[in-house]
């Protein structure tokens, strides 16, 4: 199977300031990717460089087996790209700018009027005959979505869908890019995780400028599986009794307390567990709470970030 | 070609929706009402304000004086306006982001320069015509229009300085990223060029003749001949500014 995108050892600064740090991943076909970064980690900026707008320092990106040249790139008319505030010309309505859209990527009249049609309809703005000046952010949002999805493209690059948005506003979009999936190859920038694990398949962590973590979620979080026993004590006393036990205290080097629970970290879950439990038993100490916390992507987050 | 003339009709809606022709076409057609009038009534005002006892004599207007006022006002009002107007034909785009959308579905970076030169050309010449129509109409209506030479080459002339003036528009809307980038620029090249003048040696080579020197060739001053240079060091600056609009804006980071 072709990737889709390709970038190989990608580099960006401006002036001294080095953005993005020998960046390179790819991205397969009919793939969901998830861009993860903190705000200012570089990710508008590399989906720029992929667009052409920018120029990289060093490194090359390929879509759809075509390099990508800086400028007049003849690889955008493989994709979709959906701006962080995508901006119209607000003087124009929805079904005229599609049609704009249309013509410039060359599509029949008649192509152009099912397409915009079909997408206004798929992004609920079929009935918003008035001009786009008066739209609000999540309008402006949708209509994104459908000038991006206009040209059938093969990779849809989205800058932060979600991030201006109200709850139902989110999952809307969400819903339209899992909707296309299948169709086409979707790159997505997010720093709000839950829509991630909604969505994704594959993941990569952008930070200070350097790949922190890429690979499928799944493959990720067995990765990282350094999974948590939690134990909660009715009192502080009954939590002292417990970890004065020898048994626990090699367990207890990575362990966070507070002052009736404690969790403990551990690669080997299952060991962790008979033993704490054999221990519970053994000085019958009954606690009120038990329980195997598995690894979230906010924590995997978190861990590579900080 | 058809990316050309979308890019170009969606121009045309922005100049009409956002009222760029009707200022335009408001402002040239009052010029070229007032040019004629003002020629009538200036000796019939100057007369009013004259305290009693005082005579003066005023030659009778001429044809020649509706076109004077034609040729003051149409490149001081009438180009600093037209400037104005088009000053944000880049930045406006650059600095809401709209044209991300467009160029990321595959527009020709070159499309987006020759489609606004274009409109631009296409509103200057409108709004021009109109303003010189309703003049000639007027002065030919008072006077006859006698006296008269090279009326149509003089306002050719100044219509293709017009043209380089829209030209330097859009070099300087490429170069800088706001309105006020773009009009300093602009206005530094007229400066330029009226300081280059002041050298006699190279006064006929100088395009700001296409502006500034059209009553002499209507009073048979000037010859057609004269104007030819500079017509021709006009037309290559114009040829010259739309290509380095294009080379530049393709190698621009958006």
Same mark, same amino acid.
């Not at chain 1, 989205?158 to 890019?177: F, H, M, N, Q, Y």
């Not at chain 1, 909707?179 to 790159?187: N, P």
């Not at chain 2, 709004?127 to 008269?148: I, N, R």
């Given at each position: 199977?072709?990737?889709?995108?390709?970038?190989?050892?990608?580099?960006?600064?401006?002036?001294?300031?080095?953005?993005?740090?020998?960046?390179?991943?790819?991205?397969?076909?009919?793939?969901?990717?998830?861009?993860?970064?903190?705000?200012?980690?570089?990710?508008?900026?590399?989906?720029?460089?992929?667009?052409?707008?920018?120029?990289?320092?060093?490194?090359?990106?390929?879509?759809?087996?075509?390099?990508?040249?800086?400028?007049?790139?003849?690889?955008?008319?493989?994709?979709?790209?959906?701006?962080?505030?995508? =901006?119209?010309?607000?003087?124009?309505?929805?079904?005229?700018?599609?049609?704009?859209?249309? =013509?410039?990527?060359?599509?029949?009249?008649?192509?152009?009027?099912?397409?915009?049609?079909?997408?206004?309809?798929?992004?609920?703005?079929?009935?918003?005959?008035?001009?786009?000046?008066?739209?609000?952010?999540?309008?402006?949002?949708?209509?994104?979505?459908?000038?991006?999805?206009?040209?059938?493209?093969?990779?849809?690059?989205?800058?932060?869908?979600?991030?201006?948005?109200?709850?139902?506003?989110?999952?809307?979009?969400?819903?339209?890019?899992?909707?296309?999936?299948?169709?086409?190859?979707?790159?997505?920038?997010?720093?709000?995780?839950?829509?991630?694990?909604?969505?994704?398949?594959?993941?990569?962590?952008?930070?200070?400028?350097?790949?922190?973590?890429?690979?499928?979620?799944?493959?990720?979080?067995?990765?990282?599986?350094?999974?948590?026993?939690?134990?909660?004590?009715?009192?502080?006393?009954?939590?002292?009794?417990?970890?004065?036990?020898?048994?626990?205290?090699?367990?207890?080097?990575?362990?966070?307390?507070?002052?009736?629970?404690?969790?403990?970290?551990?690669?080997?879950?299952?060991?962790?567990?008979?033993?704490?439990?054999?221990?519970?038993?053994?000085?019958?100490?009954?606690?009120?709470?038990?329980?195997?916390?598995?690894?979230?992507?906010?924590?995997?987050?978190?861990?590579?970030?900080? | 070609?058809?990316?050309?003339?979308?890019?170009?009709? !969606?121009?045309? %809606?922005?100049?009409?929706?956002?009222?760029?022709?009707?200022?335009?076409?408001?402002? #040239?057609? /009052?010029?070229?009402?007032?040019?004629?009038?003002?020629?009538?009534?200036?000796?019939? /005002?100057?007369?009013?304000?004259?305290?009693?006892?005082?005579?003066?004599?005023?030659?009778?207007?001429?044809?020649?004086?509706?076109?004077?006022?034609?040729?003051? &006002?149409?490149?001081?009002?009438?180009?600093?306006?037209?400037?104005?107007?088009?000053?944000?034909?880049?930045?406006?785009?650059?600095? @809401?982001?709209?044209?991300?959308?467009?160029?990321?579905?595959?527009?020709?970076?070159?499309?987006?320069?020759?489609?606004?030169?274009?409109?631009?050309?296409?509103?200057?010449?409108?709004?021009?015509?109109? %303003? #010189?129509?309703?003049?000639?109409?007027?002065?030919?209506?008072?006077?006859?229009?006698?006296?008269?030479?090279?009326?149509?080459?003089?306002?050719?002339?100044?219509?293709?300085?017009?043209?380089?003036?829209?030209?330097?528009?859009?070099?300087?809307?490429?170069?800088?990223?706001?309105?006020?980038? %773009?009009?300093?620029?602009?206005?530094? #090249?007229?400066?330029? /060029?009226?300081?280059?003048?002041?050298?006699? @040696?190279?006064? !006929?080579?100088?395009?700001?003749?296409?502006?500034?020197? &059209?009553?002499?060739? /209507?009073?048979?001053?000037?010859?057609?001949?004269?104007?030819?240079?500079?017509?021709?060091?006009? %037309?290559?600056?114009?040829?010259?500014?739309?290509?380095?609009?294009?080379?530049?804006?393709?190698?621009?980071?958006?």
């Amino acid at each position: 199977m072709m990737d889709t995108l390709c970038i190989e050892n990608l580099s960006k600064s401006f002036g001294t300031h080095k953005v993005i740090d020998n960046l390179s991943f790819t991205v397969p076909e009919h793939a969901i990717f998830g861009f993860l970064g903190q705000n200012g980690a570089g990710k508008t900026t590399t989906m720029k460089m992929i667009l052409g707008l920018l120029k990289p320092t060093s490194g090359s990106i390929t879509v759809c087996g075509e390099p990508v040249r800086y400028g007049q790139t003849k690889t955008n008319r493989y994709i979709g790209y959906l701006p962080d505030v995508p =901006e119209f010309y607000g003087y124009m309505k929805p079904y005229e700018y599609l049609k704009l859209c249309g =013509e410039i990527t060359d599509l029949s009249i008649k192509e152009i009027k099912n397409k915009s049609e079909e997408l206004l309809t798929l992004v609920g703005l079929d009935k918003a005959n008035k001009r786009i000046g008066g739209f609000s952010r999540g309008m402006k949002q949708r209509l994104g979505i459908a000038q991006a999805l206009l040209n059938e493209p093969k990779l849809l690059i989205c800058d932060e869908p979600t991030s201006a948005l109200d709850p139902l506003g989110r999952k809307e979009v969400l819903d339209i890019l899992l909707q296309v999936k299948g169709k086409t190859t979707v790159v997505f920038s997010t720093h709000i995780l839950s829509d991630v694990e909604r969505i994704c398949d594959r993941i990569a962590i952008l930070h200070n400028g350097e790949l922190a973590l890429s690979g499928t979620l799944s493959d990720i979080k067995e990765q990282h599986k350094q999974n948590g026993l939690l134990i909660e004590f009715t009192s502080q006393a009954d939590k002292e009794q417990f970890i004065s036990s020898p048994q626990v205290a090699s367990l207890l080097t990575t362990a966070e307390q507070t002052d009736t629970s404690l969790v403990i970290h551990s690669h080997n879950i299952d060991k962790t567990e008979s033993a704490v439990l054999a221990t519970l038993v053994e000085k019958q100490l009954l606690p009120i709470k038990i329980e195997v916390q598995e690894p979230t992507l906010e924590s995997l987050f978190m861990e590579v970030v900080s | 070609m058809k990316s050309y003339l979308a890019f170009t009709k !969606k121009e045309f %809606c922005e100049t009409v929706r956002t009222y760029k022709l009707l200022i335009m076409g408001a402002v #040239f057609l /009052l010029l070229g009402m007032m040019n004629p009038i003002t020629a009538k009534i200036t000796p019939q /005002l100057l007369k009013s304000f004259m305290p009693a006892g005082i005579e003066i004599t005023i030659a009778e207007p001429t044809a020649m004086d509706s076109w004077a006022q034609f040729f003051k &006002n149409v490149p001081q009002m009438g180009l600093i306006i037209l400037v104005i107007i088009f000053s944000g034909i880049m930045a406006n785009e650059f600095s @809401r982001g709209t044209l991300i959308n467009m160029l990321t579905k595959g527009l020709s970076r070159s499309v987006v320069i020759l489609s606004k030169f274009t409109m631009a050309v296409l509103l200057w010449t409108a709004s021009y015509a109109l %303003c #010189f129509g309703v003049t000639y109409v007027y002065t030919a209506y008072f006077w006859k229009g006698d006296g008269v030479s090279n009326i149509l080459f003089s306002v050719f002339c100044l219509w293709l300085f017009g043209i380089l003036l829209l030209a330097t528009i859009m070099l300087g809307g490429v170069i800088f990223n706001s309105s006020y980038g %773009c009009l300093l620029f602009t206005g530094g #090249f007229v400066v330029a /060029l009226l300081l280059i003048n002041i050298v006699p @040696r190279l006064q !006929k080579y100088n395009p700001i003749t296409l502006a500034s020197s &059209n009553m002499a060739l /209507l009073a048979n001053e000037m010859s057609v001949a004269d104007f030819t240079l500079p017509i021709v060091i006009c %037309c290559l600056a114009v040829i010259g500014f739309v290509i380095s609009a294009i080379a530049l804006f393709n190698k621009k980071q958006l």
